[in-house]
């Protein structure tokens, strides 16, 4: 068959375009079947035929391994994640193994691969293949450094090391803290008091410090901890340090109102505030009442007349009242009183009031038998 020129021309370059493209598909590196064989709970393992420099020939000169929790195509290849320490191509045929680390637990994972030449040119898209994760299995390991670095009557302060997510490594989820009065173990760790608001924890081998408050003033405690992480894995039970908390030491508030109500011949009523255990919170434990007819002092305080009776302290803010009883008659009396928490720690001196008794007033009786008697 014979062409018009032009048609001929035509004809020819279109071969020519043709043969081109086919020694450049050529000369791309060729992609083989990507497989995901192999997972942890935090790796996945890929595994592929090395494609070559030029087609299925040679040796390619990079690879790039992403991998997404989508499917992964062209249009969001870019957006992927890009695996670290990709492997060195081997020469065309070979098979390559390449373990994607740091991936999350019970998490499946899309993967594709390219590879490049020299220049590069880059190859198509391989397969995508696809693996899920492992369930967390490794816990954190137990703490076996807690201590009890101070206390105070109140408090007691913890030091411990991070340990990891996975055993020493990595940064673990949440902490567990319990305390009791007697030995923590496993088999009463869950009757054992909760604290609230322990920290986050830090990386694996950092130092931790923290604080519980509101403890029993002169009080054995024992402190133990659990670690986990986000599965949630716990670790095994700590070491159980224990520490004595110091006596009570903050005494109930002084009383500034104590005051005179009534008085009779024999008896003066007083009122005054309950303070509280604890300065001005709480409920104190007992009161101590005392009078004299001359000026009440700390230095003369014990020499004045202790009253017995006096009532239990209600709670902080209370209205207290109290009669005096067995008073004589047409006399000024002074009146203080002091107040203590349970150990006991005494409160300062109140205010100090006066107040006098009334006079007599109650006449003798009437005489009812009075009667006469007849001269002799």
């Known amino acids: 068959m014979t062409y018009p020129l032009g048609k001929l021309q035509f004809h020819n370059l279109w071969l020519l375009f043709g043969v081109f493209v086919i020694l450049l598909m050529m000369a791309l590196p060729v ?32 690879y790039d391994v992403r991998y997404s929790t989508s499917l992964i195509d062209d249009g969001n290849w870019s957006s992927a994640t890009q695996a670290d320490g990709e492997p060195t191509p081997q020469t065309s045929g070979n098979t390559e193994t390449f373990e ?19 220049v590069p040119n880059w190859s198509l898209l391989s397969n995508v293949a696809s693996a899920t994760t492992d369930e967390e ?106 520490a004595t908390t110091n006596p009570e030491e903050i005494a109930p508030s002084d009383i500034d109102d104590l005051l005179a109500l009534i008085s009779t011949a024999s008896t ?27 000026v009440i002092t700390e230095a003369n305080w014990n020499a004045a007349t202790i009253v017995s009776g006096v009532p239990t302290p209600q709670v902080a803010g209370s209205n207290e009242t109290f009669t005096v009883e067995d008073l004589d008659l047409s006399t000024t009396y002074y009146f203080a009183i002091k107040t203590a928490d349970e ?6 001196l109140s205010n100090v009031i006066n107040a006098s008794t009334t006079g007599d007033e109650t006449p003798p009786t009437a005489i009812t038998d009075l009667q006469t008697e007849s001269g002799g």
């Not at 595994?47 to 020939?57: H, K, R, V």
């Open 137 to 242: 299995t490794e816990a954190p390991a137990a703490i076996a450094n807690l201590q009890v670095n101070d206390y105070t009557s109140t408090t007691a302060t913890l030091a411990w090391t991070a340990p990891g997510d996975d055993s020493a490594s990595g940064t673990a989820t949440e902490y567990e803290l319990r305390y009791a009065t007697s030995l923590i173990t496993d088999a009463n760790w869950s009757s054992a008091t909760l604290v609230s608001d322990v920290p986050a924890p830090q990386t694996a081998g950092s130092a931790e410090t923290f604080t519980i408050e509101g403890l029993d003033p002169s009080t054995q405690f024992y402190f133990a901890i659990k670690t986990a992480d986000e599965v949630p894995n716990w670790s095994g039970l700590s070491n159980v340090p224990s």
């Open 343 to 348: 150990v006991p720690n005494w409160s300062g």
């Open 31 to 62: 992609n083989a079947q990507l497989m995901a064989p192999g997972a942890s709970s935090s790796s996945i393992t890929l595994t592929w035929t090395s494609p070559g420099d030029d087609g299925a020939n040679g040796t390619a000169s990079q």
């Open 100 to 118: 994607v680390v740091d991936l999350d637990p019970n998490t499946t994972y899309y993967f594709a691969v390219k590879a490049a030449d020299e």
């Open 268 to 294: 003066i009523s007083i009122s005054w505030t309950a303070p509280g255990d604890d300065s001005t919170s709480g409920t104190a434990a007992q009161y101590q009442l005392r009078y004299s007819t001359s």
